[in-house]
């Protein structure tokens, strides 16, 4: 039994991945690849939070 689907757990993991790795080497990376990083951490927060929306709505009992 999986508790999420295989795309939930990536969004879920990849900014708690990424964000280390911007942490501790944030200063050695190139500006573009800091700012694509960055910039994927935020889109997977937002498709994290959608999730959560969605999932506390069917808890909630709507559709």
């Known amino acids: 039994m ?5 795309k939930e757990t ?7 991945v990424v964000g280390q790795l911007i942490i501790s080497a944030g ?3 190139p500006g573009l ?3 694509g990083l ?3 951490v935020i889109v997977c927060l937002i498709l ?3 999730f959560l ?5 069917k808890l909630m ?3």
């Open 2 to 6: 999986r508790i999420l689907p295989r």
């Open 10 to 16: 990536f969004y879920f993991v990849y900014p708690l």
């Open 27 to 29: 200063q050695t990376m």
């Open 33 to 35: 690849l800091l700012l």
């Open 38 to 40: 960055a910039a994927s």
């Open 48 to 50: 994290d939070i959608k």
């Open 53 to 57: 929306v969605v999932q506390f709505k």
């Open 61 to 63: 009992g709507g559709k």
